[in-house]
């Protein structure tokens, strides 16, 4: 190799490492496109969840706060739906339905939709709920749960909010942690359930027939294996369980 | 003491390299965005902000994996060496897509709830004994904190004033960052992302790592050479190429130089004051010893580098015992003069 072909950086650049330099480049660019083009092709599917949140929609029902602040509407699809109902961050509105609870309402806010999963994000401030100016329909009562028996269930338990379309992908691994702080901060849990013919169903989850506390974060996103009784609500499926009864896989 | 260090300063190789660099990631994040959205299934769409997430660490990886070959790379065939001249580039633009990486996460995943986002990274998931549950996220925080270190002291002013040595014990840090991160990704996103491609994908990039660092070490080792007297012997003259070195390895102390510059013989320490670049895989530019790392240039003479620079590499004696080339195995104090050894006696 003669000086001339001896790379410096601060000199003129040797022919042969200005070819392969170029070469390098261009390969480079090539090389990025296509690993990046597998990679992302390779991820799995993250299911139908939406979240319109840039429209706020008014609906008008019947709101509950038990288990969970629920609301039993035709302004979803035309049919009788429960919408879950939680803030626009990583919030419950417990405390901000006050003494709502049973009554006719319009409330506002934008919706997160997962097939027949359904959840409201209401509206920030005071405005997110007022009484219904006139009387609805019964029908939109919310039913006594109907019992369907005692059941062991394996899957996962994540955040309702979340997985209906609020982060997609909204399970497994990766958002565990924002799963425990949404759980955490009030957003209703729910039991991911898949049979061996992947057969899936979601429940909300509730302990004693009330809502969960922090007992359940150690064991969000992980795969476990729970015991307690399912019954149905409209086209809401509760679990009820102990926290003592979640078993990891 | 006053370190006075030298910059090795912008040029317009440097943007050249720069300019690749960033149009590589622009061109990985844009590819990445628009292959996801086009493989989803119909009616199925990541947020932009989790697509997002996934770019950049998946980009912040493979640019470590891409950091940490250069250096083998080159050692095997001096193609590479461009590469490594600007390396130090590289791995901080790396530092910051990891950054972004993170900040991504932190806003998205653990902001907007009741707790402090930087206390959910690290309590959200209190799964610290066990492996599959592992708070995978505490060891990407590990990694960054390395990655920062590191990015933050990339510049030669601290390289100069921590000395080469410590410069480059801190900057071995780097290999702690790469098995952090590793462990980051196997055992969070391969937890969920279930696609052999992953798996293989961070197999293949682990083994060139380790492989290339194996093969860099096999390629530049050469048998400790004897010294009889105090003298080893470096080899024929005739068969050192003009403006070139060979190196030799003396049991104890740095690896030596062998020069020849015409029917001159010049022995210098192996080892570059900047980043511990292999002196004798240089060459004899301008009368100079060239680094072939950053070309930093010592006077074959006195083993100074000429004004306006001032670093010093020590110089050896040398001798020719009919036709064959010794050096002496006790180097010279850095910067001594040395007078060569003449080949053939001058006509
Ligand atoms: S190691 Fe950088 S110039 Fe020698």
């Known amino acids: 190799m003669s000086k001339k072909d001896f790379f410096i950086g601060w000199a003129e650049m040797p022919d042969a490492d200005r ?143 979340c997985w209906f379309g609020a982060m997609r992908p909204g399970e497994g691994k990766v958002h565990k942690a924002c799963a425990s702080l949404c759980i955490r901060s009030g957003i209703p849990p729910a039991f991911f359930a898949r049979d061996a013919r992947d057969n899936a169903a979601l429940l909300v989850m509730t302990e004693n027939g009330g809502r969960f506390g922090e007992s359940l974060l150690a064991h969000v996103a992980d795969p476990v294996e729970v015991t307690g009784a399912v019954s149905r609500a409209g086209n809401v499926l509760l679990l009820d369980v102990s926290a003592d009864s979640v078993r990891r896989v | ?173 780097v290999y702690l960052a790469f098995a952090l991160v590793v462990a980051h990704i196997a055992l969070g996103a391969l937890q969920f992302e279930k696609h052999v491609a992953y798996t293989v994908l961070l197999i293949v990039a682990v083994l060139a790592v380790v492989g290339l660092q194996f093969a860099g070490v096999l390629a530049s080792r050469r048998p400790v050479d004897a010294a009889a007297d105090g003298w080893l012997s470096v080899g024929e003259g005739a068969e050192i190429d003009d403006g070139t070195a060979v190196i030799v390895r003396p049991a104890e102390g740095e690896a030596i130089a062998v020069f020849r510059h015409g029917e001159e013989i010049y022995a210098v320490s192996n080892v570059c004051r900047h980043q511990a670049g292999p002196l004798g895989e240089g060459r004899i530019v301008d009368g100079c010893i060239t680094c072939p790392w950053h070309g930093f240039q010592y006077r074959m003479a006195d083993g100074t580098s000429p004004p306006p620079y001032t670093e010093k590499i020590a110089t050896y004696a040398t001798r020719i015992v009919e036709g064959r080339v010794e050096v002496s195995a006790m180097p010279n104090a850095p910067g001594t003069p040395q007078a060569p050894s003449r080949l053939r006696s001058a006509p």
């Not at chain 2, 947020?47 to 660490?57: F, K």
């Open chain 1, 19 to 161: 070819r392969f330099f170029l070469k390098a480049g261009a390969g480079l660019l090539i090389g990025a496109a296509g690993v990046a083009g597998f990679v992302a092709a390779s991820q799995r599917p993250v299911g139908r969840g939406t979240w319109d949140l840039a429209t706020f929609k008014a609906f008008t029902g019947i709101v509950t706060a038990s288990p969970y602040p629920m609301l039993r509407t035709r302004d979803i699809d035309g049919q009788v739906r429960t919408a879950l109902l939680v803030c626009q961050t990583k919030c419950g509105v417990d405390l901000r339905l006050q003494n709502m609870a049973g009554k006719a309402v319009v409330i506002n806010g934008s919706l997160i939709q997962r097939v027949d999963h359904a959840s409201i994000a209401v509206a920030d401030g005071p405005e997110w709920i007022r009484e219904a100016d006139a009387p609805v329909d019964p029908a939109l009562a919310f039913p006594t749960p109907e019992p369907l028996g005692e059941i062991t269930l394996a899957g996962e338990i994540l955040d309702s909010k």
């Open chain 2, 1 to 173: 003491m006053t370190h006075g260090y030298r910059a090795v300063s912008w040029m317009p190789f440097k943007k050249r390299y720069d300019f690749w660099v960033v149009g590589g990631i622009l061109t990985y994040i844009v590819s990445f965005v628009i292959a996801t959205i086009a493989t989803q299934p119909d009616g199925e769409s990541l947020t932009e902000l989790q697509i997002l997430i996934r770019a950049t660490g998946t980009l912040a990886f493979l640019m470590l994996s891409f950091v940490l070959v250069i250096g083998p790379l080159a050692r095997i065939t001096p193609r590479f060496r461009p590469l490594l001249f600007n390396r130090r580039h590289l791995g901080v633009a790396t530092f910051v897509i990891a950054l972004v990486h993170a900040a991504l996460v932190i806003l998205w995943y653990h902001g907007f709830g009741t707790l402090n986002p930087f206390v959910s990274l690290f309590a959200s998931n209190p799964n610290y004994d066990a492996l599959a549950g592992f708070p995978f996220e505490s060891l990407g925080v590990l990694a960054l904190t390395i990655m920062f270190l590191m990015a933050a002291t990339s510049h030669d002013f601290w390289n100069a004033n921590l000395g080469p040595g410590l410069w480059k014990a801190l900057h071995m840090g």
